[in-house]
């Protein structure tokens, strides 16, 4: 054989190669049943300057993949604050912020929506860590307030996992992106800790519903948490342990149609985080009905009683769950 035959040979394994590797990180971009998303890809931000030491504490968030093939999740139980938020097909995703702590692994990370950019605004420039996005939002989440963060800006900060099918197995090794917890000035929520509002209802669960997926919270006087359960299952850690939350807020807002579609042809819903309306908050085995407001991106969401009172929330873990108001 031919030195120009074998020399051609190699140079187009080694460009296949490459391109299986590229491939195999953009995969966790893709539908709930394992087929890629169209049109998805990475963000430019390597582009530009990046350093989170040059704008002060910055919160880490990562957008987590939800799908019954990802659970159980890993670092999630170190988060601040879990927000659910409704994906196409009625499926949903997590989003975990993290301040006070930073695990040493999280994921699985899963695609980011245009609803993830109004609701982060609330946050000083923080860091954003998805596995891609599609095309047409791209210039969006460059153009944001954010240091977002695809596997193709750091790729020694994610791994494939070998426990599932991909696209459910990339994690985040959030210390090669945040060498330290940025601490509480981060949490820029808005949130209120302290003694619960007088009144409320005694409250045993609270269940809340997407077209294609369900949550329940259910009171564990023994553990002083709201235990944490999906689809009708309990919902774990990585480790086994169940998760549990200190608060959970059920916010009903209005989620419309967004100008995103899957590769299926779905629209990608937009939740509003912006504006007012109602939500039930969940601490200490009771539930209290009140008002929240968010008056401008860059505010956090302040949650008042019926006569204007701030309602404080237990110290610990809060859950946000947007759904759909009537």
């Keep these: 054989m031919g030195r120009g035959v074998r020399g051609r040979r190699t140079t187009a394994t080694a460009t296949l190669l490459a391109v299986t590797v590229t491939a195999a990180l953009a995969a966790g971009c893709t539908g709930g049943n394992g087929a890629p998303d169209d049109g998805r890809g990475s963000s430019r931000a390597s582009q530009r300057e990046t350093s989170p030491s040059?704008?002060?504490?910055?919160?880490?968030?990562?957008?987590?993949?939800?799908?019954?093939?990802?659970?159980?999740?890993?670092?999630?139980?170190?988060?601040?604050?879990?927000?659910?938020?409704?994906?196409?097909?009625?499926l949903s995703r997590l989003m975990a912020v993290y301040a006070t702590r930073v695990p040493q692994t999280v994921g699985p990370v899963r695609s980011a929506r245009e609803s993830d950019l109004e609701l982060l605004r609330q946050f000083h420039r923080p860091t954003l860590v998805f596995s891609g996005a599609q095309q047409k939002l791209l210039p969006l989440i460059d153009d944001a307030p954010l240091r977002p963060v695809p596997p193709s800006d750091a790729p020694d900060a994610f791994h494939r996992g070998s426990d599932r099918a991909a696209p459910h197995n990339l994690y985040l090794r959030p210390g090669r992106i945040v060498p330290e917890a940025p601490g509480r000035a981060a949490l820029t929520t808005g949130f209120r800790y302290g003694s619960a509002p007088a009144g409320g209802t005694a409250t045993a669960s609270r269940t809340v519903r997407y077209p294609a997926a369900r949550f329940t919270f259910t009171w564990s006087?023994?553990?002083?948490?709201?235990?944490?359960g999906m689809d009708?299952?309990?919902?774990?850690?990585?480790?086994?342990?169940?998760?549990?939350?200190?608060?959970?807020v059920v916010q009903y807002v209005k989620i419309r149609e967004s100008g995103f579609r899957d590769f299926l042809g779905n629209n990608s819903p937009y939740t509003e985080t912006v504006g007012s309306g109602k939500a039930t908050v969940l601490r200490d085995g009771r539930?209290?009905?009140?008002?929240?407001?968010?008056a401008k991106a860059t505010d956090g969401t302040a949650f008042t009683t019926g006569d204007g009172s701030p309602v404080n929330f237990a110290k610990g873990q809060v859950w946000v769950v947007y759904a759909k108001a009537s």
């Design 54 to 90: 040059a704008r002060g504490p910055a919160a880490l968030a990562v957008k987590l993949d939800n799908a019954r093939a990802a659970r159980p999740h890993t670092g999630v139980d170190a988060a601040d604050v879990v927000y659910v938020e409704q994906v196409e097909g009625g």
């Design 221 to 228: 006087e023994a553990r002083d948490r709201w235990l944490v």
């Design 232 to 248: 009708g299952a309990p919902a774990t850690s990585a480790g086994g342990e169940r998760m549990a939350a200190a608060t959970v």
């Design 287 to 294: 539930a209290w009905d009140v008002d929240w407001k968010r």
